[in-house]
């Protein structure tokens, strides 16, 4: 499916506040067309998200405010300095329309910024909607991502029903992948190198439950067919260390009265345990204590 719009923004809603707004809009920069779905928040009215010009299609982060109707988003080069601005000195989500102005910070040449509203992502009982699609914030050199997300009357909150991966020279569909995720946001899509082959592959976050606990999906790059496959890997809370090829899973209880460790290691694509360890907490020692498996059961 190709895409007219060109500029996207939307902000996770992990960030601390509360949700006021997450909208999607379409227009201009300058001459270039663009796509924003945006998000701010309250106390702090914080406002952020992506953008990517189509010609591109390489996501590039935002982070700004919203303060006394006037919205502020910046974006940083390379080195994480700012280097541009775009600015809607009178905003409001639900304007049909909204103007304002990109200023390039290091030359201070300006463009005109013009949006039209594309969709609001509701939330709430008896609110349903189908369809709408997010870009992600991470990307790859020649693949960027987007959501397929869905609400239904049934769920509080809207769920990741399909992750694409399109060619960002010519906007193709590559690849779709049917899943069932929480919504986290721009960032539901990470990269990183799973296997250790030296390849990059991609993971979905799924879910989080008690405590600090979350599990992703993981999709394997196959250099053969140059495709990626959803793999059977699995775990809580999953780190990846390149230096030593070991994943390392950590999961604690609701209260942190327990914690659980394990190590594997990566043979044909596949998590082989390396280690397991229960720690309990210690109530007169106020610490973590390494226990026999069977107390962590």
């Not at 007219?4 to 509360?18: A, D, E, K, N, Q």
Request: one cysteine or more; charged letters at 20%; proline letters at 4%.
């Amino acid at each position: 499916m190709r895409f007219t719009w060109l500029m996207m923004i939307f902000l996770c809603i992990s960030v601390p506040g509360i949700v006021r707004a997450q909208a999607a809009f379409s227009g201009l920069v300058g001459t270039a067309p663009i796509e924003l779905v945006l998000g701010y928040y309250e106390p702090e009215s914080e406002a952020g998200g992506v953008y990517a010009y189509t010609k591109y299609h390489t996501p590039i982060a935002l982070s700004g405010t919203l303060k006394a109707g006037v919205l502020t988003l910046t974006e940083k080069d390379a080195l994480g300095k700012p280097s541009a601005t775009l600015t809607v000195p009178a905003f409001a989500v639900n304007h049909g329309a909204l103007t304002g102005t990109w200023k390039n910070l290091a030359t201070g040449r300006e463009l005109p910024l013009k949006l039209n509203q594309r969709f609001i992502m509701e939330s709430g009982e008896s609110v349903s909607w189908e369809k709408r699609e997010l870009m992600q914030a991470s990307s790859l050199p020649t693949i960027y991502f987007r959501l397929v997300t869905t609400k239904s009357a049934a769920d509080t909150y809207p769920r990741v029903r399909g992750v694409k991966l399109l060619d960002k020279k010519t906007d193709r569909l590559l690849q779709e992948f049917s899943v069932n995720c929480q919504l986290l946001g721009l960032n539901n899509v990470d990269v990183d190198d799973y296997n250790f082959d030296g390849l990059a592959d991609f993971s979905v976050y799924e879910a989080g439950s008690a405590g600090p606990n979350t599990t992703s999906l993981y999709f394997l790059y196959n250099p053969t067919t140059k495709r990626y496959a959803k793999s059977s890997f699995s775990g809580t809370s999953l780190e990846f260390d390149h230096k030593k090829k070991h994943i390392y899973e950590r999961s604690s209880s609701a209260a942190g009265s327990y914690v659980t460790t394990a190590t594997y290691e990566v043979v044909r694509n596949r998590m082989v345990l390396v280690a397991k360890h229960c720690y309990v907490l210690d109530p007169e020692r106020h610490k973590l204590v390494e226990r026999k498996l069977s107390a962590c059961e």
